[in-house]
Each structure stands twice: as C-alpha cells, then as structure tokens.
C-alpha cells in the first residue's frame, strides 16, 4: 500500500490528517478511525439531515455510514476523506429515501426551526409569518416531487456549498451527469411552483 499522505499538499493541514487517519485505520488502529468520526459525524449529520428530516434515522444513517466506511476501509485510494464519507453518507440516505416509500416530509429541517426566522419587527407580523409557512410548504411539496438524485444534487450544491467536481466524486458520476442533475433538478422545482411563483414575487 502507497503512503496515502502524498495524495495532500503540504498546507492542507485537514486533508493531510484525515489520510493519515484513515492509513492507520487501515493499518488496524481503531483510534484513529474513531478520531475520524469525531471529526465528520457532526458534517455527516447535516448533510444527511436535509435528505432524511426524521432526526433519529438521519443518525442511523450517519452511524451506518461509517460503518460502511470501516468495512470499505481498503477500497479508499486516495483523494478527499471528506467526499468520500460523504458519499458513503448520500448513497445511505438514498437507501433509506427509496426503502420508505411514504408520504413526503420537509427535506429541509432547519426550516421548522424558529431560529432561522429572522427578529421580531415590522417582518415578523401575522400576515407575513402566514406567507412564509405557505412559502415553505410549497417548496417543500416541490422540493419532494424531484428524482433523489436530482434533489442531492441541489442539495448539496445549492446548500451545502460542494463544486460540480466534488459532488461527482462523491456520487461517482461524471462532472455532465452532475450538471445535468442539477440543471434537471431545478427545471423540475420550477414546473412544480409554476401556479405559485406569486409566493415568491415581491
């Protein structure tokens, strides 16, 4: 096995230790993979929290990522640990979203929190706070029509802030499929608010 620590630059001080990690884990050192779990679990968590909203299975999800990690120890090559166990962490959140198979929930679960809302004020009056729960219902209605793939996507380039390249590597397409996943993705969100794009004006 190769020393995975060339794959880093000198100054990418995260990236370089998590490929030491994951060279130890694969050496047989649990510590170290249990040092990288504490290093992505709160990440992970998030991530999987805007595909799978129900808090308890997002934490299955996450815990059963790693494991599959563990398990796939000696397939990593190389690259960003990060993508990596991010896209060991999407594929088990698109498991469980085709498993379920039942009625649509928020895909977005920092919406229900009131800490989002913006302060009391002239904004924070009846009528508007009714706009935006009626703003938030029908993206999310749209939001769920979408394919999982597309809705990863958009998830994590809209949201989570991954370029075009990272989330190919994370869902192990190409950089078009990528592209057109998330070109697809929001011509499909905006045929599904087309009668209700006056929620959304002004």
Not at 19 to 44: H, K, M, P, S
Not at 111 to 131: F, I, K, N, T
């Amino acid at each position: 096995m190769g020393d995975l620590r060339t794959t880093a630059t000198a100054d990418d001080g995260p990236q370089r230790r998590d490929l030491i990690l994951v060279e130890r884990a694969q050496a047989g050192d649990l510590t170290a993979f249990n040092d990288l779990v504490l290093c992505y679990q709160d990440q992970l968590y998030g991530l999987v929290a805007r595909m799978v909203p129900d808090p308890d299975q997002a934490a299955d999800v996450v815990q059963e990522a790693f494991f599959s990690a563990y398990r796939n120890l000696g397939a990593f090559r190389g690259g960003s640990v990060k993508s990596w166990l991010s896209r060991i962490a999407i594929n088990a959140a698109m498991d469980i979203q085709r498993a379920r198979k039942r009625r649509p929930v928020q895909p977005y679960p920092e919406l229900e929190d009131d800490s989002w809302q913006p302060p009391a004020g002239e904004e924070a009056d009846p009528e508007r706070q009714v706009l935006t729960g009626e703003r938030v219902r029908v993206l999310t209605a749209a939001l769920a029509a979408i394919g999982d793939d597309q809705r990863a996507a958009i998830v994590l380039f809209d949201i989570e802030g991954f370029d075009y390249a990272e989330i190919a590597e994370m869902a192990g397409v190409s950089l078009g499929t990528v592209k057109s996943r998330i070109h697809r993705g929001r011509l499909a969100l905006r045929r599904g608010l087309v009668d209700r794009m006056e929620l959304f004006r002004g």
